[in-house]
């Protein structure tokens, strides 16, 4: 249950991004882009649960998946001087088609950098666990890699719906469209902060990465985030009423 329970907190953020990059395809691509993704998610995960050993010493992709994901929300919330964003523009400039598949490998690149997040997350709280009886797969014990896979596939769940939820509420309320750039800038500066508590790096103790200060730090700061994008969003519509 612990393991579920934080592949399901550690789907949020890759639910979150995935939702804002697939957000101003058209409905019928969106779906598309989703499933790409949801497919991407999937195999990334698995394969990074077969060469774990390997991909423990990548901290190289999750340092590349932190600049992105801070590029992404930053350059998303700074207009340029014709008014607009980045993104806006270059939406005006390419075709649909090519629109579709650019998203969706701005969707795999996010989802290989929470892959390896989200494998390494698991697997060290699994390898505390007893051994079971069932034979090895994957280079690890039975029980422990069915546990894992387990709380893998409830989290690809969660990201699929989760998504879905995000794009439609984004739509609803437009003023949470720039909120969730904020909190994919935070996400990234989550990702920069594992990376640089990687042990090859060691600038941040590991330990502090999967502490309860740290993980009471970014939750409350990415609430305070919605609420203040809420509070900014109805005294904005209380002034327009006036």
């Known amino acids: 249950m612990v393991i579920i329970g934080l592949e399901g907190l550690l789907s949020a953020d890759n639910a979150l991004v995935m ?3 697939v957000k101003d395809l058209p409905e019928k691509q969106q779906k598309k882009a989703l499933f790409y993704g949801l497919a991407g998610a999937f195999v990334f995960r698995f394969l990074a649960l077969f060469v774990i050993s390997f991909v423990a010493g990548l901290w190289q992709l999750q340092a590349i998946g932190a600049i992105y994901l801070i590029y992404l929300g930053v350059k998303n919330l700074i207009p340029r001087k014709s008014g607009k964003t980045v993104e806006e523009e270059e939406k005006q400039s390419v075709s649909p088609e090519s629109s579709l598949w650019k ?30 009886p069932l034979p090895e797969f994957g280079g690890m ?10 709380g893998m596939m409830a989290g690809l769940i969660l990201i699929r719906v989760a998504a879905t939820y995000l794009i439609k509420l984004m739509n609803k309320y437009p003023v949470l469209e720039k909120a969730a750039y904020v909190i ?10 594992f990376t640089l508590a990687h042990p090859k790096i060691g600038v941040i103790p590991e330990g502090f990465v999967h502490g309860a200060l740290w993980n009471t730090i970014f939750w409350v700061v990415l609430l305070l985030i919605v609420a203040v994008s809420v ?12």
């Open 19 to 21: 939702g804002v990059i």
């Open 103 to 132: 998203t969706i490998v701005k969707v795999e690149l996010t989802d290989l950098a929470f892959a390896i997040d989200s494998i390494l997350a698991a697997v060290a709280i699994a390898v505390s666990l007893p051994n079971s």
């Open 141 to 150: 014990d039975g029980g422990k890699f069915a546990i894992i896979f387990t």
């Open 184 to 193: 994919v800038a935070w996400v990234g500066i989550k990702l920069a902060i």
């Open 231 to 242: 509070l900014s969003s109805m005294r904005k519509k209380k002034r327009e009423e006036i």
